[in-house]
């Protein structure tokens, strides 16, 4: 199981260094897919089966696919590749690194300063989460619903294109 | 399936790489959907975070948070992607940088 | 009955709240029997519990209508005291005010604004009412404060007229020296005593300060700094000449029977401070005296007729205060009494005279009315004999004789205010007379247009018979004896005590006032009726003098020099503003901030990440190092 673990987590960190630094979108997209299900393997090897399940699903499944129709939509045409390779040039990845690198030092300090146990494997299936969920947690479900339906309403009303209506006299005198 | 012991440590490094992964992209990239990937990459791995801890303590706390903050993410994304959209629309690119009007 | 006290100040407050809020909706009518009526209701009550509070012989009455504050130590309810002084006044007040109302309906006829000019006298009678019936000095301020803009409004009436307004601003604003200095005094005797009640600070006075010592001296000097504002005593007495701008029931009302005697008022009332401070008491003596003669003298040479009865006010308050200050209390309230009846009376008389002469304010444009108008010509007849004190058959006389007499022979009486005071009353009749006989005898130079109606006539007849019969209440030893008023006063107001022997004397001091005003009518008599030209030959070889004694022993210019000058002057320099210069320097510099700032938002998305970054990097490090 341990190694199971440690090539996951290496897919997974792998794989993202190639989503950050793609040209293209749709490749940088179908990297992402790949850590995606990397994590989902994670997941499943700590118990909580379900919850791969739903990365694979919502995360993996509905995110990312929605992200490539939007692409789909936008037309993008194949200059859109260069101009990604023109801002990223060399000497942009200084300043971010070490200011990522800093934090995660910092983080590995904390981490190794605590020093926890193992974790033991529990099979926490759907039914416990689905316990806890809808009982001391219900009103998070509440809230959730909320926040989806203001989610869906606030998706469609600022994905609408108003298009200019000219009366179609007006549209023959143009022509 | 035998006993076995995933060391937290390793869990929660794993998260933080992930995290720090997405946070660098973040800052170095100008598309914006590039951008809005990464905000998912370290949304990602926050949930993994959580659910690396509620495996330790044996409760299922950890993953119903998980469960909310994909909830949020997808609310985000399809947000989010709406607003792309307009921006689009309006600035015929996709370069964050051209959309300054707020500054000063 | 005494319980309905709330109502006496209330009524002339719902007919200047309806006037204010509606009065120009109203008919004339409605307006004159809401403005005049209420305050005839009032003085209605204030006779009926004045009927009853004497029948009953109880020393004073207090009746709490709300608590208006209660803070720590602090406590001013809005709550009204009533005894033998308040009743004085109360009396006066609504029953002169009420004929002045009365006159007003003709008088203000023709006059747009007359609605606002009812709202505005109402508002005055309740307010005057509330400072003579407060029973804490902070209330008492209130009414003080009330009559001060009652009295801007008033002056200011016809404010189309720039002059006007001027007057109305230069009586407000030198009425307000004299409230600060109040003010500071009522701070003083809060701090001393904790409360603001009257009684109890007339009571726990003698008991806390010493007589003579200097914080009751103090307290005695600001509180007299407030009533020579409102009373236009020297050196606070320039506005009353130009304060005649306004209407004359307005002068009638508030300038001569009932504001200007608030500072009489707040002496009488807080006669215990004075008595503990007999350097303050001496003071307002001396303040009365010098403004009599001040005044006196510059009465004889104004050609306006309500100038002249605007410094004769001034003079006989000065009577008032004199009389005050040699402790003769009651002597001083009686002199109000009487004062408010004829002062009254003259200047609704003036008033009349100058409307049917079609505003024409010079006296010696006049002449020849006696005839022509006869009901004023006798009404003025007998207001102005009341005011020179014409032996026995007038009020006034027997007024203005025991002030005299008290002068002369009372304990803190001496010769210099005894001798100020007869001079006085020499030239008071000199002055008066010359009026009557300038305005109403000889050869009519401006022709007469119509009649005075019924609601002018009337107020008219009824303070002529007040003047003339009202002093029979007080008669001195030698004369009767009648000593109702002061035995009225007497659980207010202590009696006056007389120097050794002097009760001997009390003939001779009469007889020499009697003589000296009837010599003072003959006089005008000769100079402005029989010889004229003699008049004016004097006036030429005294030019300096009568120029001098015209323009008020040239206060105004002092003021104008010394005051108004610097401070324009320094206005002016000031006109860049130098102080808020420091002000604008805190803007600039905020500004330049703004600047900097503003460059750290650039725009671009991925700087504002950066920037989250770099703070959540600090706060760990910090968490981490500490």
């Known amino acids: 199981m341990l190694t199971t673990f440690y090539i996951a987590s290496a897919i997974a960190v792998v794989s993202t260094i190639m989503v950050i630094t793609r040209h293209n979108l749709i490749h940088a997209l179908m990297y992402l897919v790949v850590s995606f299900l990397a994590i989902a393997v994670v997941f499943y090897l700590l118990g909580a089966s379900f919850i791969a399940a739903l990365e694979v699903i919502v995360y993996a499944g509905a995110i990312v696919v929605l992200i490539i129709f939007v692409i789909m939509m936008l037309n993008l045409r194949a200059e859109s590749v260069d101009e990604e390779k023109e801002w990223m040039k060399g000497g942009i990845l200084i300043g971010p690194s070490v200011l990522a690198i800093v934090l995660l030092v910092e983080l590995f300090y904390i981490i190794s300063n605590v020093g926890m146990t193992g974790v033991e494997y529990h099979d926490l299936d759907a039914k416990a989460v689905g316990l806890s969920l809808y009982g001391p947690y219900v009103i998070g479900v509440e809230l959730s619903g909320i926040l989806l339906m203001s989610g869906i309403v606030g998706a469609y009303h600022l994905g609408r294109q108003k298009k200019k209506i000219v009366h179609r006299f007006l549209e023959k005198v143009e022509e | 399936m035998e006993k076995h012991t995933i060391p937290v440590e390793a869990g929660l490094l794993l998260a933080g790489t992930l995290f720090m992964l997405g946070l660098l992209s973040v800052l170095i990239r100008r598309n914006i959907i590039f951008m809005l990937i990464s905000v998912e990459i370290m949304l990602n791995a926050a949930g993994l975070a959580f659910i690396v801890a509620g495996a330790r303590w044996a409760q299922a706390d950890g993953q119903v948070m998980f469960v909310f903050i994909l909830t949020m993410a997808a609310a985000e994304v399809s947000v989010g992607l709406a607003l792309i959209l307009q921006i689009y629309h309006q600035l015929k690119t996709l370069d964050s940088d051209a959309a300054n009007k707020m500054k000063g | ?626």
């Open chain 3, 1 to 626: 009955m005494i319980e309905l006290l709330w109502l006496i100040p209330a009524l002339p407050f719902t007919g200047a709240f309806i006037l204010i809020t509606m009065g120009t909706r109203l008919s004339r009518t409605l307006v004159s029997i809401i403005g005049a009526g209420t305050v005839g209701v009032a003085a209605l009550v204030t006779i009926l519990i004045g009927l009853e509070f004497l029948s009953s012989g109880t020393p004073s009455f207090n009746q709490v209508v709300w608590n208006w504050v209660s803070v720590g130590g602090l406590s001013l309810p809005f709550a009204f005291h009533f005894d033998a002084l308040s009743l004085v006044f109360l009396f006066v007040i609504t029953f002169v005010g009420f004929l002045i109302h009365i006159y007003s309906t003709e008088f203000m006829h023709d006059d747009p604004g007359f609605s606002r000019f009812f709202a505005y006298l109402n508002l005055f009678v309740c307010s005057m009412l509330i400072l003579v019936l407060a029973d804490n000095l902070v209330l008492m301020y209130l009414g003080w404060e009330g009559v001060g803009l009652c009295s801007y409004l008033l002056i200011g009436f016809w404010y189309e007229d720039k002059k006007n307004g001027d007057a109305a601003r230069k009586a407000f604003i030198v009425t307000r020296v004299g409230d600060t200095a109040m003010a500071i005094g009522l701070f003083m005797l809060f701090d001393a005593f904790g409360t603001l009640n009257i009684q109890d600070i007339l009571t726990r006075a003698p008991e806390l300060w010493s007589t003579g010592s200097q914080a009751v001296t103090a307290v005695a000097l600001l509180l007299l700094g407030g009533a020579v504002g409102k009373s236009a005593q020297l050196p606070l007495q320039t506005w009353l000449p130009d304060a005649m701008a306004g209407p004359s029931p307005v002068s009638a009302l508030i300038h001569a029977a009932t504001m200007v005697t608030a500072g009489v008022y707040l002496i009488a009332r807080t006669h215990v401070l004075f008595e503990l401070a007999p350097v303050a008491q001496q003071c307002v003596g001396v303040v009365g005296a010098i403004t009599l003669l001040l005044a006196g003298f510059s009465a004889l040479t104004q050609t306006d007729l309500k100038r002249v009865l605007a410094y004769s006010t001034i003079s006989q308050i000065g009577y008032m205060f004199l009389a005050l200050g040699v402790g003769a209390w009651s002597a001083a309230i009686f002199h109000f009494m009487i004062h408010a009846f004829f002062k009254a009376l003259l200047f609704l008389g003036a008033g009349a005279v100058i409307l049917l002469l079609h505003h024409e304010h010079d006296m010696f444009k006049m002449g020849g009315l006696k005839n022509k108008l006869p009901v004023i010509y006798w009404t003025f007849l007998i207001g102005s004999a009341s005011l020179a004190a014409v032996p026995f058959i007038t009020a006034g006389f027997y007024s203005k004789d025991a002030i005299l007499w008290l002068t002369f022979a009372g304990e803190k009486g001496n010769i210099w205010f005894f001798l100020a005071a007869l001079l006085g009353a020499f030239i008071t009749s000199i002055y008066t007379f010359r009026m009557v006989f300038v305005t109403f005898f000889g050869v009519e130079k401006t022709h007469v247009s119509h009649h005075a109606g019924t609601a002018m006539t009337i107020p008219l007849v009824i303070l002529a018979v007040l003047s003339l019969f009202g002093g029979f209440i007080e008669l001195p030893h030698t004369m009767g004896h009648v000593e109702l008023f002061s035995e009225y006063l007497s659980p207010v107001l202590p009696a006056v005590s007389l120097h050794e022997g002097a009760e001997h004397s009390e003939w001779t001091i009469q007889l020499i006032a009697i003589g000296l005003s009837l010599t003072g009518i003959y006089i005008a008599y000769f100079f402005y009726v029989k010889k004229p030209e003699l008049a004016d030959q004097v006036k030429q070889s005294l030019e300096g003098m009568h120029h001098v004694w015209l323009n008020g022993w040239g206060f105004d210019s002092l003021y104008d020099a010394i005051l108004v000058r610097p401070f324009v002057f320094l206005a002016t320099i000031n006109k860049a503003d130098v102080v808020d210069r420091f002000y604008s320097m805190i803007v600039w510099v905020s500004e330049q901030f703004n600047r900097v700032f503003a460059k750290a938002q650039g725009g671009i998305l991925r700087w504002y990440v950066m920037g989250i970054v770099v703070g959540a990097i600090l706060i760990i490090t910090l968490g981490l190092l500490l």
